[in-house]
């Protein structure tokens, strides 16, 4: 119980100490403790939750679970080799005049409050400060995004302001009808905003309150998670900002915002007695998948196009929740987690090659592979990994969502298939020829963090071909809980 | 006590026709006014609810209303038109009669919506939600239509005001902790947005979004 205050509580404090020293040369190793501080106190609350089971705190205004334990771990560890990674990236960033002291210091003190606002998400009890840890999310980012100042990346956190603004508003909205339906059982002093009061009472929540809950809870966290047509922040969002910002708005936000539609959708399960969640998330899903494969193909800057991949993955993931039962919930948490951690080492290796390079524009990187050979193997082995080669993890959670699918859902399946070979063909015929080729790319000054890159994926392989055993076992209980 | 009940519907109604007043406003000094004025009935609303159930939490909720959207805000919001000099808003995209139109079908379709669920509210002004549902909509309709930054904000703004009336409307507030939240999600979503519509003045030399669509897909 001690390790949430600390998990909460490290951040937090980063913020405030680098606020005052972000700009000093040390901040950047300052911002990697902080970050190793929190994934310390979320490995000692794992232990501490495997050991005791779930746990309360203040109040029961915190809530740790199978569910969310895991999310929280893989969270902190996301977090902290993000913050490895942008050492030397923004070491290079202020070479290059793009980062002045001043934006140094908002970058790491934001980032640390960013960490916050996830862990916060992802251990409250109420979904009222759940919505609140959401919006103060996309506060932090919308200032990470914007932080180059340039034109466009004051245009990409506008539209992602005014576009995350109005989604989380709708989510609002839900949570207020929420509480209206728990307070009709609970009463007004019931604690009707808590998950796990909610969670007791679900199947006496009022259906058609429930019904129209659900549906502006989900398009509100939806647009956060990136769902089709809800997506246009999002590669705006992903190209303009610095790539360690990319990379923890791939790995961690979208996790957490398909993390407050489980939430939700486990409650409306119970509600209604009907499929109503399951089938919106299988049809917001599908289309996902399937137009952002499309759009893969036409995109020029590798950043936009990684964004986009991350679009149809999280529609992947929303498909197998939607799909339901133990085997495609299994599926849809283990791609959660291949996904956040290869989706970061590709980032990490992009924004590598990007800066060698000078440009994000896919034609102009060229013959990565005599330059910097480990940014190089990165590239390719993570593109590889997350077009769902095996033995990589996502091969396995891709495996296991097609053939329940074809089971459950058998019309949908052609178009999954069409829409993994798209992006097969699209990503890999346009990451062949940067990485091999006549070369284009400038040697940097200081040596690039590889070891984020390959740690992460050495994690997705191992995802794919042995789950240890306490892991699969958290799996195993959260998709019980999720209603598998 | 029926006399409460019809006060709070009667500022239900003035909130909803500030909602289209400000569809059809084109001074931005006029827009921040009549914002103000909803933030006013806001609190008016919440005052005599919170006096009614005998709730003190929608006393602190009219309290952080009335310091944020009443006060600090509309005077954050003065300041940043007088330093950037902006005075008019320019054309909506669809011209006001339209959008008058458009809104009559966001209200019915919002009173349609909210009518099954507003009998089920425990609170004595649970009728008041589909009204509260329709200012949502018409801010979501004044962010879409206009091109500038400052009447796209306050419409941002005025759909939280339609946001906190569905809460003190459907149920007794929300928890103390939540509303203290949202409220500080607000005020530094403002400060945030004022310091971009300054940036974005100084990059694009006008306050118009529509220099914001250099991001298209290609």
Redesign the interface.
Known sequence: MQALYFVLGVPVMGAAVLALVGHRDWARDVNVAFSLGTFVAACLMTVDVISRGPLFAWDR?FFIDPLNVFLVTLTAFVALTTAIFSRPYMRVERDHGKMTPPRLRLYHSMYQLFSFTMLLALTTN?M??L??AM??AT?TT??LV?VY????S??????Y??LC??GI??A??GT??L??AS??ILG?EG???LWTSLNEVKSRL?P??TT?AFAFLFIGYGTKVGLVPLHNWLP?AH??GPTPVSAVLSGLLLNVALYAVLRCKVLTDGALHSALASQLMIAFGLLSVVVAAF?LS?Q?DVKRMFAYSSIEHMGLITFAFGLGGPIATYAGLLHMTVHSLIKSAIFYAVGHACQKAGTQVMEDIRGLIKVSPTVAWGLILGSLAILGMPPFGVFASEFLILTTAMREQPWATPLLLLALAVAFASVFSKILPMVFGESSVKPLAHSPALVPVFVHLGLGLMLGLYIPPYLDMWYRQAARMLGG | MKFIPQLVNLLAAAILLLSFAMISQRRIASLINLFALQGAALVAASVLLGYAAHNPDLYVSAALTLALKVMLIPWLLYRVIRRLNVRWDVEPLINVPTMMIVGIGLVIFAFSLALPISRLSASIAGGALGIALACVLLSFMMMITRSRAVPQVIGFLSMENGLIFAATTATNGMPMIVEFGIALDVLVGILILGVFMFQIREQFDSLDIRNLEKLKED
């Open positions: 205004q109420n009222g400060i919505w609140v919006e103060a506060l919308v200032l914007s100042r340039t034109a466009a004051l245009e990409a956190a506008w539209k302001f005014i603004g109005v508003a709708l609002l909205f207020v009808l509480h209206m307070e009709r007004a604690g009707g905003l009022d058609t309150i129209l705006d190209a303009e759009f036409r020029r």
